[in-house]
């Protein structure tokens, strides 16, 4: 009989954040999958191990994902992480992909979890608690309240045109288009139709919280969230 994929989040950074369906699958777990070569550099790996620390003796299985948006490099890396372990699952073994955040929200467990089933393979999700969640939180607002929409934006679309949306939008991951981002905010917040929240490394001990969008440092890691607020 086959093992089970769980795909696990671990949450924006903070273990105190992982739920409790989380550590004891992660416990139980015969192999850890991580999307990074190295453990130390490993952030979902790091913010698990002070939560389940009998993790470090576990069989581990990783792989280094690019940042590309080629399709078909995409593809190619997918494949290349999933052989690595499809044996060990068809053998009967439960395996625990961990993953930032949330694996449902732009997660590369997503396309693991697509390849797994294809060969029959059950597969398990274990929320966890999300960056936007987390970083709203942190910045002490509400994401909505009443009949408000929530809009969650990659970032790398028409900007111009999502920001037209009613409510309040999200981007997700925005570190690297910074720039571009803040040239649309800036003039909307001055302009005072909107009030901007940034997040960097959401939970953890090098998080940083901006309010207002010329306040992001142009230098601003990838993992950053921005809330974008409706007044």
Known sequence: MA?????????????????????????????????KAEKDKCRAYQIALPAVPEIRYKKTISHDFEMT?????????????????KQLLLDGYNLAFLTIGDPTI????????????????EVEIING????????????????????NIHIISGQGNLEEELKLSGT?????????????KEKLIPLE????????AVVDCGMETEEIYNGAVMIPENSKYMMTIIIKEK
């Open 3 to 35: 093992g089970v994929l769980f795909g696990i989040g671990v949450g924006p950074g903070d273990p105190e954040m992982l739920t409790l369906k989380a550590v004891k699958a992660i416990k139980e777990a015969d192999v850890i999958c991580l999307p």
């Open 69 to 85: 948006s080629d399709p078909e490099r995409l593809e190619i890396m997918h494949k290349e992480f999933y052989e690595k372990y």
């Open 106 to 121: 732009y997660s590369t467990f997503g396309y693991i979890m697509k390849l797994a089933k294809k060969d029959g393979i």
């Open 129 to 148: 608690i999300t960056s936007f969640t987390g970083a709203a939180a942190s910045a002490g607002i509400l994401l909505s309240e009443s009949k408000e």
């Open 169 to 181: 939008k999200i981007i997700m991951k925005s570190g690297r288009n910074i720039s571009a981002i």
């Open 190 to 197: 001055e302009a005072d139709k909107i009030t901007v929240y």
